[in-house]
């Protein structure tokens, strides 16, 4: 590496620690895609007898 790149690593090390950080934890924490494919799937979810929770998303 030139120095010029190592220079600029070191001087940045604490903001590229700090994105590093910031990115795992969305990955790590983000809510997974659903495999409820249709309203009828949710319905019949729901009536099995077992404990569900739900989670609303509005992107609007």
Known sequence: MS???LRLL???LL???IA?????????????ES???SLAAL???L???RPT?????SNG
């Open 43 to 45: 319905d019949e979810q």
């Open 20 to 32: 590093v950080v910031v990115g795992g934890a969305y990955l790590f924490l983000r809510t997974p």
């Open 15 to 17: 903001l590229i620690l």
């Open 53 to 57: 929770l739900l989670e609303f998303f």
């Open 35 to 37: 495999d409820v494919v």
């Open 10 to 12: 070191r001087e940045n």
């Open 3 to 5: 120095s010029w790149l």
């Open 47 to 49: 009536a099995a007898g």
